[in-house]
T-cell receptor, first 117, second 116 residues
Framework: SAVISQKPSRDICQRGTSLTIQCQVDSQVTMMFWYRQQPGQSLTLIATANQGSEATYESGFVIDKFPISRPNLTFSTLTVSNMSPEDSSIYLC??????????????FGPGTRLTVL | AQSVAQPEDQVNVAEGNPLTVKCTYSVSGNPYLFWYVQYPNRGLQFLLKYITGDNLVKGSYGFEAEFNKSQTSFHLKKPSALVSDSALYFCAVRDRFSGGYNKLIFGAGTRLAVHP
C-alpha cells in the first residue's frame, strides 16, 4: 500500500489568504484525489488529479477556489484560495494505482486541519 | 441516486463483546464496497473491501464484513471488541459512473465507542 504524507498537518489562517497543501506519495501512482471533511461530516470529493492533465472537479467545486497541481506521479498540491471561515475543514489526499484502477483501493494521507479565522 | 447509508451515528459496545457497524448501499449493478477507519487526528485507514467472490471478507485488525446482496448491506463486524477499536468508521461504495477509476461515495460515518 502507498504511504502518503501531507504538509502542513494543520494551520490557522486569516480570511482572504490562501494556503497550499502538499501531498507526497512514496511510490508512483496514477490517480490522486483531494477530499474535504467538514467538522463532524463525512468526506466530500473535491477533485481528481491525473498526472499530465487538468484536474477534474466535482459539482460545487471550482478551479479558481481550489487550484490543483499534479506535476509528477508522486506529488500533488491543493490550494485553498481567498479563504473564509466556511473553508475550515480537514483536507485529505488519497491515491490509487494498480492494474485495476476501477477496483483499486484508495489510500489516504493523514490530512491537513485548516482553521480560518 | 447512488448512496451509502450508515444508520447509526454511534455504536456503544463493551470490551470483549462482538461489534457490528451497519452499512447499506443503493447502487445498481454489482457494487464495490469498502470500509475505512479514522482515528482521532488521523487520516483514513483502509480496513477491507468487497469486489467479488466470497461474501465474507476479512480485513485488518480482526475486522470482517459480510456482503448481502438481497439486503443491500455490507455490515462490519468483529467478534471481540477492543477499547482501541474506538474510532470513526466509514463505509464507501464505488461510483459506478466514475469511468476508468475508483471514485468513492462515502457514508456519513459511525462513531464506535468501546467501553472497558
Amino acid at each position: 500500500s502507498a504511504v502518503i504524507s501531507q504538509k502542513p498537518s494543520r494551520d490557522i489562517c486569516q480570511r482572504g489568504t490562501s494556503l497550499t497543501i502538499q501531498c507526497q506519495v512514496d511510490s508512483q501512482v496514477t490517480m490522486m484525489f483531494w477530499y474535504r471533511q467538514q467538522p463532524g461530516q463525512s468526506l466530500t470529493l473535491i477533485a481528481t488529479a491525473n498526472q499530465g492533465s487538468e484536474a477534474t472537479y466535482e459539482s460545487g467545486f471550482v478551479i479558481d477556489k481550489f487550484p490543483i497541481s499534479r506535476p509528477n506521479l508522486t506529488f500533488s498540491t491543493l490550494t485553498v484560495s481567498n479563504m473564509s471561515p466556511e473553508d475550515s475543514s480537514i483536507y485529505l489526499c488519497s491515491s490509487s494505482s494498480g492494474d485495476q484502477l476501477r477496483t483499486d483501493t484508495q489510500y489516504f494521507g493523514p490530512g491537513t486541519r485548516l482553521t480560518v479565522l | 441516486a447512488q448512496s451509502v447509508a450508515q444508520p447509526e451515528d454511534q455504536v456503544n459496545v463493551a470490551e470483549g463483546n462482538p461489534l457490528t457497524v451497519k452499512c447499506t448501499y443503493s447502487v445498481s449493478g454489482n457494487p464495490y464496497l469498502f470500509w475505512y477507519v479514522q482515528y482521532p487526528n488521523r487520516g483514513l485507514q483502509f480496513l477491507l473491501k468487497y469486489i467479488t467472490g466470497d461474501n465474507l471478507v476479512k480485513g485488518s485488525y480482526g475486522f470482517e464484513a459480510e456482503f448481502n446482496k438481497s439486503q443491500t448491506s455490507f455490515h462490519l463486524k468483529k467478534p471481540s471488541a477492543l477499547v482501541s477499536d474506538s474510532a470513526l468508521y466509514f463505509c464507501a461504495v464505488r461510483d459506478r459512473f466514475s469511468g476508468g477509476y475508483n471514485k468513492l461515495i462515502f457514508g456519513a460515518g459511525t462513531r464506535l465507542a468501546v467501553h472497558p
